[in-house]
């Protein structure tokens, strides 16, 4: 298979996946296996493209982020803002940071690990989806510190492949009392700097191997990412409002035994 095709496929995963909590690193990681992709580059691709899909929330939401950093000299609400969003992105920028070549180099290769951190995350986003407390704070832009600082602590588990940013930042919201929509903004918002972190660590890390035509690679996944992304985000907040984020439970199950299946028979 050309790799454009592979591009291509791995920036509509990637798309489809970043926002809802199902995992997109753990699915872009299988997609890679089943396409029989080699380690390196495209480990490094797989982190980059992420960026894209973050541009697509960017651009849904520029009015309300402009809005933001224009008011931050007089107003206490968007600084408050700010401050809850880097409160909740700086522990898993200081873990990422820590055991970046652990989850390049070991946990990225473990495709079972994937699939069960899947099944199992399957099942703790149905148990809480269910059994959540009762939501206290309704307002993406207005959490307490408090309950941002616990939605930061629980992105850390996202560094194991299948876990999910977005699920563990979800589960540790509605844990906390945030509202189930509110808990999927806010977690959008932090994915923001958190990705744009990893895109610039990775970039860095991994700068010797994107040369010549796999400059072209990346930008086509890039662009494929960001469009796909772009899209599916009102398609989430609108699943979210009505069957809550049980389907996404469900869908980690099984696409987490699937791959187990297939790994058992490869």
Known sequence: MPEWISAIILGVVEGLTEFIPV??????????????????????????????????????????????????????????????????????????ALLHDLIKGVLFESPRLICWSLII???????????APPARENDAMAL????????????????????????????????????????????????????????VLDFWSSRGDIQGDRIGLLALGFLVSFIVGYAVVKFMLEIVGRAGFAPFGWWRIVVGAAGLVLLGSA
């Open 23 to 96: 995992s997109s690193t753990g699915h872009l990681l299988l997609a890679k296996t089943a396409l029989g992709l080699p380690p390196g580059f495209w480990d490094t691709f797989i982190v980059l493209i992420q960026l894209g899909a973050i541009l697509g929330v960017v651009a849904l939401y520029f009015r309300k982020l402009w809005d933001v950093a224009t008011s931050l000299p007089v107003s206490q609400r968007s600084r408050h803002f700010v401050l809850s969003v880097l409160v909740a992105f700086l522990p898993g920028a200081l873990a990422g």
């Open 121 to 131: 995350g399957g099942v703790v986003l149905l148990v809480i989806d269910r059994r």
């Open 144 to 199: 307490s510190l408090k309950t941002s600082l616990i939605i930061g602590l629980f992105q850390t588990l996202a560094l194991i492949p299948g876990v999910s940013r977005s699920g563990g930042t979800i589960v540790g919201a509605m844990l906390m009392g945030v509202e189930k929509r509110a808990a999927a903004e806010f977690s959008f918002f932090l994915a923001m700097p958190t990705m744009a972190g990893a895109f």
